[in-house]
C-alpha cells in the first residue's frame, strides 16, 4: 500500500468532510474527484487505500496528515474510561466529560466519533457505487475485491455506531443532494445489514493472508468481526460457527513459542506480541489476524496524533526527580488512564502467579532512578505508593505493552507500532461468549482454556467456574489496552453493573441510559426535515 500513499493524502484532501447531516453529500471538484479517479483498478486501489486510511485514524487526535481527525486529546480514552479497568489520571479537558459522565449532545468526541463513522461510510459506499460504473479492471476479480473491501468497512463504522449510539441512519447510497430528512434506523436493522456486508466481504476476500499484502483484509477479518456482530446481535449460534471458522481455517494459531525481533532477550511469548515488528505474519506471527500499520517513520504508516495508546496508560515517571525519559520505560506517556488497582494490584490476586501475563516483562511494577546525572539516586528503587499512583498519577504498575519509545525522539507521543486489531486470542474468548451465552459451559471451558494454557494459567475444570464475570476478567488479562472496553461491557450488559462495583470515580454517576452517548446535537439541528430523537436521559 505503501506506493500509493502520496496520492492516497492528496485524494483524502480532495474529499468531502462530512457534517452531521450532509456527511453523504459528494461535491467534488478537484482533479482527484471520483470521476477522475474510480476510472481503473488503480483508481480503485487509491480508494481502497483511503478507507484503510480513514480506519487507521479512528483515534486520530490532532491531525498531521491523517485521513481523519477527532481535534481533541484523548478520543481512544473515552472508550476505556468509566467502566471497570481506569480512571482518569492527568484530566484533559476531552475526556473530564467520560470520566465524570457528564458528556451531553455537545461534547466534542460524541460528535467526532459520529463523523468519523459516517466518513468511513461515505467512503465504502462511494467505491461500491463506482465499481458498479467501471468496466476497466486489471482483473476480472477486482471489482468484488474492492467491493469486499468496502462492505467490510462499512460493518466496521456500524460497528461503532451502535455500540455508540444505538439506532441510528442507515445510509448505502451516496446522497447526491443535500438532505435534512434522515431518520434512525432501528438497530437490528442495521445489524442485519452489518451481517450481510460481512458475509458478502468473507466471500469475497483472498482466504490466504500469505498472499496479501502486510495489512490487507482477508476473509478471515471479516469472519472475526462478524463472529462479534452476531453477539450484537444475540445470534449465538452463528457468532460460534464464525469463530470456529477462523480458529479451524488452519493459518492462524496461538503464539506458544518465543518468536520475532527478540525473541533471545529475556521475556515470554506474550510479550513478544508486541514487540515492535513482530505484529506481522511477516514476523512469524500466526496469531494476527488483521494489523493496522502504524509503523515508525514509514510511508504508508503512522503520524505523531495517531494511536496514542501509549500515551494513555504510560505513567508521567520522567516528571519525578530522579528519573528521565528513555525508551527502556516506555518513553513519554502521559498518565491519562489510571489502571484500578483491583486488578493490577501486585496483591490483588486478580493473575496466578504463574501467568505470564502478569510476569515483568508484561507489566512493570519495579522502577529505578535512571537519571545519571543525581548519583544519589541512581539505580536505587523507586517504589509505588498509593500517592504516586492515585494522587500524582506519576508512578505506578504499566502495561508494557504499549511501551515504546525511540532514541532520536523521546518526546514523541505516538506509538509508531503496527497494531494488532484483531487476533486469534479474541477469536477464542469470542467463542467463549458465544457458548455461555447458548448454555454450553464445557464448550465455553474448553475455549477459554485454549488462551489460558498459553498464558500457563490453571485450566478452569468445573462448570462452576465459567461465568459471564470471569469471562470478561480474563479478557483483561488478555486483551485490556487492545479491546474497547466500553463496547465489550455494553455487548455482554455489565457496563453498569461492573463500572459501579469497581470505579471509584463514576460509580456512582452512572445510570442505566449511560449504556448509550446522546446523539449529536449538530445532527438533530440540521435535520429539521424529519424527526430525530435524542436518546433517553440526555436533553
Given at each position: 500500500?505503501?506506493?500509493?500513499?502520496?496520492?492516497?493524502?492528496?485524494?483524502?484532501?480532495?474529499?468531502?468532510?462530512?457534517?452531521?447531516?450532509?456527511?453523504?453529500?459528494?461535491?467534488?471538484?478537484?482533479?482527484?474527484?471520483?470521476?477522475?479517479?474510480?476510472?481503473?483498478?488503480?483508481?480503485?486501489?487509491?480508494?481502497?487505500?483511503?478507507?484503510?486510511?480513514?480506519?487507521?485514524?479512528?483515534?486520530?487526535?490532532?491531525?498531521?496528515?491523517?485521513?481523519?481527525?477527532?481535534?481533541?486529546?484523548?478520543?481512544?480514552?473515552?472508550?476505556?474510561?468509566?467502566?471497570?479497568?481506569?480512571?482518569?489520571?492527568?484530566?484533559?479537558?476531552?475526556?473530564?466529560?467520560?470520566?465524570?459522565?457528564?458528556?451531553?449532545?455537545?461534547?466534542?468526541?460524541?460528535?467526532?466519533?459520529?463523523?468519523?463513522?459516517?466518513?468511513?461510510?461515505?467512503?465504502?459506499?462511494?467505491?461500491?457505487?463506482?465499481?458498479?460504473?467501471?468496466?476497466?479492471?486489471?482483473?476480472?476479480?477486482?471489482?468484488?475485491?474492492?467491493?469486499?473491501?468496502?462492505?467490510?468497512?462499512?460493518?466496521?463504522?456500524?460497528?461503532?455506531?451502535?455500540?455508540?449510539?444505538?439506532?441510528?441512519?442507515?445510509?448505502?447510497?451516496v446522497e447526491d443532494k443535500f438532505r435534512i430528512d434522515f431518520t434512525r434506523t432501528p438497530k437490528?436493522?442495521?445489524?442485519?445489514?452489518?451481517?450481510?456486508?460481512?458475509?458478502?466481504?468473507?466471500?469475497?476476500?483472498?482466504?490466504?493472508?500469505?498472499?496479501?499484502?502486510?495489512?490487507?483484509?482477508?476473509?478471515?477479518?471479516?469472519?472475526?468481526?462478524?463472529?462479534?456482530?452476531?453477539?450484537?446481535?444475540?445470534?449465538?449460534?452463528?457468532?460460534?460457527?464464525?469463530?470456529?471458522?477462523?480458529?479451524?481455517?488452519?493459518?492462524?494459531?496461538?503464539?506458544?513459542?518465543?518468536?520475532?525481533?527478540?525473541?533471545?532477550?529475556?521475556?515470554?511469548?506474550?510479550?513478544?506480541?508486541?514487540?515492535?515488528?513482530?505484529?506481522?505474519?511477516?514476523?512469524?506471527?500466526?496469531?494476527?489476524?488483521?494489523?493496522?500499520?502504524?509503523?515508525?517513520?514509514?510511508?504508508?504508516?503512522?503520524?505523531?496524533?495517531?494511536?496514542?495508546?501509549?500515551?494513555?496508560?504510560?505513567?508521567?515517571?520522567?516528571?519525578?526527580?530522579?528519573?528521565?525519559?528513555?525508551?527502556?520505560?516506555?518513553?513519554?506517556?502521559?498518565?491519562?488512564?489510571?489502571?484500578?488497582?483491583?486488578?493490577?494490584?501486585?496483591?490483588?490476586?486478580?493473575?496466578?502467579?504463574?501467568?505470564?501475563?502478569?510476569?515483568?516483562?508484561?507489566?512493570?511494577?519495579?522502577?529505578?532512578?535512571?537519571?545519571?546525572?543525581?548519583?544519589?539516586?541512581?539505580?536505587?528503587?523507586?517504589?509505588?505508593?498509593?500517592?504516586?499512583?492515585?494522587?500524582?498519577?506519576?508512578?505506578?504498575?504499566?502495561?508494557?505493552?504499549?511501551?515504546?519509545?525511540?532514541?532520536?525522539?523521546?518526546?514523541?507521543?505516538?506509538?509508531?507500532?503496527?497494531?494488532?486489531?484483531?487476533?486469534?486470542?479474541?477469536?477464542?474468548?469470542?467463542?467463549?461468549?458465544?457458548?455461555?451465552?447458548?448454555?454450553?459451559?464445557?464448550?465455553?471451558?474448553?475455549?477459554?482454556?485454549?488462551?489460558?494454557?498459553?498464558?500457563?494459567?490453571?485450566?478452569?475444570?468445573?462448570?462452576?467456574?465459567?461465568?459471564?464475570?470471569?469471562?470478561?476478567?480474563?479478557?483483561?488479562?488478555?486483551?485490556?489496552?487492545?479491546?474497547?472496553?466500553?463496547?465489550?461491557?455494553?455487548?455482554?450488559?455489565?457496563?453498569?453493573?461492573?463500572?459501579?462495583?469497581?470505579?471509584?470515580?463514576?460509580?456512582?454517576?452512572?445510570?442505566?441510559?449511560?449504556?448509550?452517548?446522546?446523539?449529536?446535537?449538530?445532527?438533530?439541528?440540521?435535520?429539521v426535515g424529519a424527526e430525530f430523537p435524542q436518546n433517553e436521559g440526555y436533553k
Open positions: 500500500m505503501n506506493h500509493i500513499s502520496k496520492i492516497v493524502a492528496c485524494f483524502l484532501l480532495a474529499a468531502p468532510c462530512w457534517s452531521c447531516s450532509d456527511f453523504l453529500d459528494e461535491e467534488l471538484k478537484g482533479e482527484l474527484a471520483p470521476d477522475n479517479t474510480y476510472t481503473s483498478t488503480y483508481g480503485f486501489e487509491v480508494g481502497s487505500a483511503g478507507l484503510y486510511a480513514i480506519a487507521r485514524s479512528e483515534y486520530n487526535t490532532w491531525g498531521e496528515n491523517g485521513a481523519f481527525m477527532h481535534n481533541g486529546a484523548c478520543p481512544y480514552e473515552a472508550l476505556q474510561i468509566s467502566t471497570d479497568i481506569a480512571t482518569m489520571g492527568t484530566k484533559d479537558g476531552s475526556i473530564q466529560p467520560f470520566g465524570y459522565l457528564t458528556m451531553t449532545s455537545n461534547t466534542g468526541f460524541v460528535e467526532s466519533f459520529w463523523k468519523w463513522a459516517y466518513s468511513l461510510i461515505g467512503a465504502a459506499n462511494e467505491i461500491l457505487e463506482y465499481s458498479e460504473k467501471n468496466t476497466n479492471w486489471n482483473s476480472p476479480n477486482d471489482k468484488l475485491l474492492f467491493q469486499a473491501e468496502a462492505r467490510f468497512f462499512r460493518a466496521y463504522a456500524y460497528r461503532t455506531l451502535v455500540y455508540l449510539y444505538g439506532d441510528v441512519p442507515y445510509v448505502e447510497t437490528k436493522e442495521v445489524l442485519d445489514k452489518m451481517i450481510a456486508d460481512l458475509k458478502f466481504a468473507m466471500q469475497n476476500l483472498p482466504s490466504d493472508p500469505d498472499k496479501v499484502q502486510v495489512g490487507k483484509l482477508t476473509t478471515w477479518a471479516a469472519e472475526h468481526l462478524l463472529s462479534e456482530v452476531y453477539l450484537m446481535a444475540g445470534d449465538y449460534v452463528n457468532a460460534e460457527t464464525c469463530a470456529e471458522d477462523v480458529i479451524d481455517c488452519g493459518y492462524f494459531s496461538l503464539m506458544k513459542e518465543r518468536f520475532g525481533a527478540k525473541a533471545k532477550d529475556k521475556g515470554d511469548v506474550y510479550s513478544d506480541l508486541f514487540v515492535e515488528n513482530n505484529q506481522n505474519r511477516t514476523s512469524g506471527n500466526r496469531e494476527s489476524i488483521w494489523v493496522m500499520q502504524f509503523e515508525y517513520q514509514t510511508t504508508g504508516g503512522g503520524t505523531n496524533s495517531d494511536d496514542w495508546t501509549r500515551r494513555a496508560w504510560e505513567p508521567k515517571y520522567f516528571e519525578i526527580p530522579g528519573f528521565v525519559l528513555a525508551d527502556s520505560l516506555g518513553g513519554r506517556g502521559l498518565s491519562q488512564l489510571i489502571p484500578m488497582k483491583w486488578w493490577i494490584g501486585e496483591d490483588a490476586g486478580f493473575f496466578e502467579t504463574a501467568d505470564i501475563r502478569n510476569s515483568e516483562y508484561n507489566i512493570k511494577r519495579r522502577w529505578y532512578y535512571n537519571d545519571e546525572k543525581k548519583p544519589e539516586t541512581y539505580g536505587k528503587p523507586c517504589p509505588i505508593t498509593d500517592e504516586t499512583w492515585f494522587t500524582y498519577y506519576r508512578l505506578y504498575p504499566a502495561l508494557t505493552k504499549f511501551f515504546y519509545g525511540k532514541e532520536d525522539n523521546l518526546s514523541l507521543t505516538g506509538s509508531y507500532r503496527d497494531r494488532m486489531k484483531f487476533r486469534l486470542a479474541e477469536t477464542y474468548l469470542y467463542l467463549c461468549e458465544a457458548r455461555l451465552m447458548k448454555g454450553d459451559l464445557p464448550g465455553a471451558r474448553d475455549a477459554i482454556n485454549n488462551v489460558r494454557r498459553r498464558a500457563h494459567a490453571s485450566e478452569l475444570t468445573d462448570d462452576s467456574q465459567m461465568t459471564l464475570d470471569f469471562l470478561l476478567d480474563e479478557r483483561i488479562r488478555e486483551l485490556v489496552g487492545e479491546e474497547s472496553r466500553r463496547f465489550t461491557l455494553c455487548r455482554t450488559g455489565k457496563l453498569v453493573e461492573r463500572t459501579r462495583k469497581y470505579n471509584e470515580e463514576s460509580g456512582d454517576a452512572i445510570r442505566d441510559y449511560h449504556v448509550l452517548w446522546p446523539i449529536p446535537q449538530s445532527m438533530i439541528d440540521s435535520n
